[in-house]
């Protein structure tokens, strides 16, 4: 129920930011969209062994790659995982910080990193599917997450979204691709690549 002092809208920027007095009786969903506030989120992450919680906002300042893969203990989702932690220099260089998500616990992160190895950058555990679902990659039936991948600005904001069918990985190439043209703030041409010239001429 909605209190006495408000009636919700259907437009907040997040559920729970229009005054009803809990998220599930919210009438506001969420619906993820490029240009508008990046959802927030707090939730544990393992990094090198050490479990602690991650906030979105603990990257204001920052650009942040974030991107959701099914499940632990699978064959395409490490070819995934250490790709990114292969180019983990070229983000930094570009002051963005990888996170990666997924439904598991923190207790099954932390026994594939004994396989996988040290990442350099945190496995985050959404075993409440809330923030996966907020971000629209949740397959409820299953209760895993669709290979989605977003690119938040230093300010908050989503830029970029793009997600696949569980089956196919993705291009870390692209994304770096992606994340230099954003950051150009040039008009990039079809194929632009890095270093050239976008048609505004940035």
């Known amino acids: 129920m909605h209190n006495n002092e408000h009636d919700c809208t259907g437009e907040c920027a997040d559920q729970g930011d229009c005054g009803c007095e809990t998220t599930d009786d919210c009438c506001c969903e969420y619906e993820i969209q ?114 989605g991948l977003f690119i938040i600005d230093p300010e908050g904001e989503l830029r970029y979204q793009v997600v696949h069918d569980i089956d196919v990985g993705r291009n870390v190439d692209e994304v770096l691709r992606v994340l230099e043209a954003l950051q150009s703030g040039g008009l990039c041409q079809v194929d632009w690549k890095p270093g050239e010239k976008t048609i505004n001429g940035k």
């Open 34 to 147: 490029v240009n508008r506030p990046a959802p927030k989120f707090e939730l544990e992450g393992v990094k090198k062994e050490e479990v602690k919680k991650y906030h979105l906002n603990d990257y204001k300042g920052k650009w942040v790659v974030l991107y959701f893969y099914p499940l632990d203990f699978t064959f395409v989702c490490p070819t995934e995982i250490t790709a990114f932690s292969k180019r983990l220099k070229d983000f930094k260089k570009l002051n963005t910080e990888v996170l990666g998500c997924s439904t598991d616990s923190i207790h099954s992160h932390k026994a594939w990193l004994k396989d996988l190895g040290d990442l350099g950058y945190p496995l985050l555990s959404d075993m409440t599917h809330e923030v996966s679902s907020k971000y629209g990659v949740l397959l409820a039936d299953e209760g895993v997450a669709q290979r």
